[in-house]
């Protein structure tokens, strides 16, 4: 082959990743749908492949659960490091053209996963223990605002760290919103790796954390009607997602009995119950993300409301593999492509972070343990319960870039509470173990830890 040729052949290798839209030269440069085709299955491969080995990585070397791995792989991915070495590189495969792409399969990942985790929520276990999780989650909300009350007037003297103007009250709001809130999908990942997802202390936690979450929207809610959204996204969004979870909860599982028994009779689940199972999912993330709370509460709830029995174990083998392993990695990378962990460039603010991130475990940790306690709960499941609730992880990523592509906190702050989503949610598995699991499992109360370590919704290995 002469040089001509393989110049030829690198110079259209090169133009791979460039932009195919109009050849006007008056048009601008735009993607054509082959662009987003090439950048989507490069980006899925990479994700799928960071998020095995870091995961891999995690737990072999720090102990930690797969899903922290994955919550790791996604900020690697993004500007934090791969950016932060590679920029022309990282820039070529995750182009900003692409991250609503991105964005959709996330939701659609992270939605299914709830979705799953939903369906085997042990209501039984959470009427003997109804009393603890109201305890603990009025505690998860209430601690986190009286500590914001008490820290943001100092960070609202701190430049750049708030927007200009902004009122206390808002701003007291959207930092107990983001110290209240318990990573949801990590709290139920973390919980099925470490084989809990059929225990009352799983089940209490899951539902603490989900009704701290659900705060927590509503509470943004609040705030970005305080910066000119109106009063009515606050008001849909509570109102709308108390009427559609109150819907689904209380007639939900009459409703959909007859699912159930069609799979019972069969003996399997056919194709057309998957598929009407599944419109109903997407409906419900529809209705939940539409009113302003948050799709994944939309799958969890009618997770909830799906009949058991050989209809989830069906539902699982068909859907679970999928979301786990191919959507779900998704919502960690579309999350680590917003985070920039070097924006702490300075003692004062490394400081600052430092204080947030005490504040945030003392208000989480501190008060879902005392309530454990108040609530009837022995020392050792107290504190277990206080380890799970404390983890943030990409929730609070989310809630984060919500404030600031909304002007609601500038860049440092971001990145303070980005260090203490990743830190907490590291911390939490570790902690577990120490105060709970290890005591559990030698005395046979929880299965051995390498038979769910790396668990999906269903326990499996993943």
């Given at each position: 082959m002469s040089s001509d040729r393989i110049a030829s052949l690198l110079s259209i290798l090169s133009e791979?990743?460039?932009?195919?839209?109009?050849?006007?030269?008056?048009?601008?440069?735009?993607?054509?749908p082959g662009d987003f085709s090439i950048h989507f299955f490069l980006q899925l491969a990479l994700i799928m492949l960071a998020c095995r080995v870091v995961g891999w990585?995690?737990?072999?070397?720090?102990?930690?659960?797969?899903?922290?791995?994955?919550?790791?792989?996604?900020?690697?991915?993004?500007?934090?490091?791969?950016?932060?070495?590679?920029?022309?590189?990282?820039?070529a495969i995750f182009p900003k053209e692409m991250k609503n792409v991105l964005y959709s399969g996330a939701q659609l990942g992270v939605g299914l996963y709830m979705f799953l985790v939903g369906?085997?929520?042990?209501?039984?276990?959470?009427?003997?223990?109804?009393?603890?999780?109201?305890?603990?989650?009025?505690a998860g909300i209430l601690a986190p605002f009286f500590i914001a009350f008490l820290i943001t007037p100092s960070l609202l003297g701190v430049p750049?760290?708030?927007?200009?103007?902004?009122?206390?009250?808002?701003?007291?709001?959207?930092?107990?919103?983001?110290?209240?809130?318990?990573?949801?999908?990590?709290?139920?990942r973390i919980i099925n790796e470490r084989g809990l997802a059929n225990t009352s202390?799983?089940?209490?936690?899951?539902?603490?954390?989900?009704?701290?979450?659900?705060?927590?929207?509503?509470?943004?809610?609040?705030?970005?009607?305080?910066?000119?959204?109106?009063?009515?996204?606050?008001?849909?969004?509570?109102g709308g997602g108390i009427l559609w979870g109150g819907f689904v909860l209380i007639f939900g599982r009459r409703l959909l009995a007859p699912l159930g028994r069609m799979v019972e009779r069969e003996g399997t689940m056919s194709h057309t119950v998957l598929g009407i199972t599944l419109v109903l999912f997407c409906t419900s993330a529809f209705v939940m993300d539409a009113v302003g709370i948050h799709s994944i509460f939309g799958g969890f709830i009618l997770g909830v409301a799906m009949p058991r029995g050989l209809f989830v174990t069906e539902l699982k083998k068909k859907v679970e593999p999928l979301a786990v392993v191919l959507?779900?990695?998704?919502?960690?990378?579309?999350?680590?492509l917003n985070t920039r962990l070097d924006m702490i460039n300075s003692g004062q603010l490394l400081l600052i972070a430092l204080g947030v991130l005490a504040a945030s475990v003392l208000a989480k940790f501190g008060a879902c343990y005392l309530a454990a306690r108040l609530s009837g709960e022995d020392n050792r499941t107290a504190l277990g319960i206080?380890?799970?609730?404390?983890?943030?992880?990409?929730?609070?990523?989310?809630?984060?870039?919500?404030?600031?592509?909304?002007?609601?906190?500038?860049?440092?702050?971001?990145?303070?509470?980005?260090?203490?989503?990743?830190?907490?949610?590291?911390?939490?598995?570790?902690?577990?173990?120490?105060?709970?699991?290890?005591?559990?499992?030698a005395s046979g109360e929880l299965e051995a830890l390498g038979e769910n370590v790396g668990g999906s919704a269903a326990g499996s290995p993943t």
């Amino acid at each position: 082959m002469s040089s001509d040729r393989i110049a030829s052949l690198l110079s259209i290798l090169s133009e791979v990743f460039a932009k195919h839209g109009p050849a006007a030269p008056a048009a601008a440069a735009t993607y054509s749908p082959g662009d987003f085709s090439i950048h989507f299955f490069l980006q899925l491969a990479l994700i799928m492949l960071a998020c095995r080995v870091v995961g891999w990585a995690g737990r072999r070397f720090l102990a930690q659960p797969q899903v922290v791995g994955e919550m790791i792989a996604g900020v690697i991915l993004g500007p934090s490091l791969l950016g932060l070495f590679f920029p022309e590189l990282q820039a070529a495969i995750f182009p900003k053209e692409m991250k609503n792409v991105l964005y959709s399969g996330a939701q659609l990942g992270v939605g299914l996963y709830m979705f799953l985790v939903g369906t085997t929520l042990r209501l039984d276990h959470f009427a003997t223990k109804a009393r603890s999780a109201v305890g603990v989650s009025l505690a998860g909300i209430l601690a986190p605002f009286f500590i914001a009350f008490l820290i943001t007037p100092s960070l609202l003297g701190v430049p750049g760290l708030f927007a200009a103007g902004i009122s206390t009250a808002n701003a007291t709001l959207f930092m107990g919103a983001c110290i209240a809130l318990t990573a949801f999908p990590m709290l139920a990942r973390i919980i099925n790796e470490r084989g809990l997802a059929n225990t009352s202390l799983g089940t209490l936690s899951l539902t603490a954390g989900a009704f701290d979450d659900a705060a927590s929207w509503c509470v943004l809610a609040l705030v970005l009607a305080a910066f000119g959204a109106g009063p009515s996204v606050a008001v849909l969004a509570i109102g709308g997602g108390i009427l559609w979870g109150g819907f689904v909860l209380i007639f939900g599982r009459r409703l959909l009995a007859p699912l159930g028994r069609m799979v019972e009779r069969e003996g399997t689940m056919s194709h057309t119950v998957l598929g009407i199972t599944l419109v109903l999912f997407c409906t419900s993330a529809f209705v939940m993300d539409a009113v302003g709370i948050h799709s994944i509460f939309g799958g969890f709830i009618l997770g909830v409301a799906m009949p058991r029995g050989l209809f989830v174990t069906e539902l699982k083998k068909k859907v679970e593999p999928l979301a786990v392993v191919l959507l779900l990695p998704m919502f960690f990378t579309y999350s680590g492509l917003n985070t920039r962990l070097d924006m702490i460039n300075s003692g004062q603010l490394l400081l600052i972070a430092l204080g947030v991130l005490a504040a945030s475990v003392l208000a989480k940790f501190g008060a879902c343990y005392l309530a454990a306690r108040l609530s009837g709960e022995d020392n050792r499941t107290a504190l277990g319960i206080g380890a799970l609730m404390n983890s943030r992880g990409l929730m609070e990523l989310i809630i984060i870039n919500i404030g600031l592509q909304k002007g609601i906190i500038g860049p440092a702050l971001f990145s303070m509470l980005v260090l203490m989503a990743v830190v907490t949610t590291m911390m939490a598995s570790p902690l577990f173990e120490l105060f709970y699991g290890r005591q559990a499992r030698a005395s046979g109360e929880l299965e051995a830890l390498g038979e769910n370590v790396g668990g999906s919704a269903a326990g499996s290995p993943t």
